[in-house]
């Protein structure tokens, strides 16, 4: 069986992401001016991939995103790749929060999910279901080459759990419009669930 491609790329910049505010599965944002703009450039000076299918987060930056980036692909909306859910974070920055105890637990790792939000367990179960739909789906289709317009917290808890080489979350970081290509071989994925990151993007 053929091994495939998937390239992961983080979706532009919106309002929140210049603020430096929390924004998850709650609030469904549309790029800003700024963003989209920053998208163009780099659409303009980089070599985006030829993909035979385009996946992405439901959210509309995302969707956004991938009608920006891949014109000619129609946007296949997977649920699971949907941003993680900040609870009482929602909407706040870091500073507005630096005096939240509650905050300061969740970012030390002591506590799993913050107010009224998602477990961190949760999430990446539920973003690796997400990318094991479009393995399957592009194996029952028998498809080469996708792009994935996804989240970059999605981005890094997704390859921190499944990709080698094996690194921790905050090593996966990447910017707007950028992102990683992986390799997958059908044997080793099902068996193991494991994926190689080949490139960056």
Not at 67 to 91: C, K, M, Q, S, T
Not at 129 to 156: F, R, T
Not at 173 to 185: S, V
Request: hydrophobic share 40%.
């Amino acid at each position: 069986m053929r091994t495939l491609r998937i390239h992961l790329i983080r979706h532009g910049a919106t309002d929140a992401n210049i603020k430096g505010a929390y924004i998850g599965c709650r609030t469904d944002l549309p790029l800003s001016p700024e963003g989209l703009n920053e998208l163009r450039l780099i659409k303009d000076n980089l070599d985006y991939p030829q993909i035979e299918r385009l996946y992405s987060s439901p959210m509309l930056r995302c969707r956004q995103t991938g009608a920006v980036l891949f014109p000619d692909n129609e946007v296949r909306p997977i649920a699971e790749l949907r941003e993680y859910d900040f609870g009482d974070f929602e909407g706040k920055t870091a500073g507005e929060l630096e005096a939240n105890p509650n905050f300061l637990e969740w970012t030390s790792g002591r506590l799993t999910a913050p107010p009224g939000g998602e477990d961190n367990s949760d999430f990446v179960k539920r973003v690796c279901l997400g990318l094991n739909k479009i393995v399957l789906d592009m194996i029952e289709s028998g498809l080469h080459e996708s792009a994935v317009i996804m989240h970059g917290g999605a981005i890094m808890m997704l390859l921190a759990a499944c990709a080698v080489p094996r690194q921790r979350p905050v090593e996966w970081a990447t910017e707007n419009g950028r992102g990683y290509t992986l390799l997958i071989t059908p044997s080793l994925y099902h068996k193991s669930g494991i994926v190689e990151v080949i490139d960056i993007i």
